[in-house]
């Protein structure tokens, strides 16, 4: 019963680190072609803002619809 505890206990840890870093590296950015824009993209979801900093402090992220596609791998 000990091992079934103890085994448990470690599952539970590495789902419970997964989950923190899955939520830690949710978002990437992508610089844009000029410095005041800037593309994010939500990792969880697939969503894509156009983010826009024309002065200092805080952007306004806007929800963009992407152009283009990733294609297919193909089959073998």
Known sequence: ???????????????????????GTRYTAFEGPTEESA?????LTGSVYKCRAPDHGKA????????GSVP???KR
């Open 1 to 23: 019963m000990p091992t079934l505890i103890g085994a448990a206990m470690i599952a539970a840890a590495i789902l419970l680190s997964t989950f923190i870093n899955a939520l």
């Open 39 to 43: 593309w994010l993209v939500d990792r």
């Open 60 to 67: 306004s992220c806007e929800a963009d619809i992407a152009t």
């Open 72 to 74: 297919d791998r193909p």
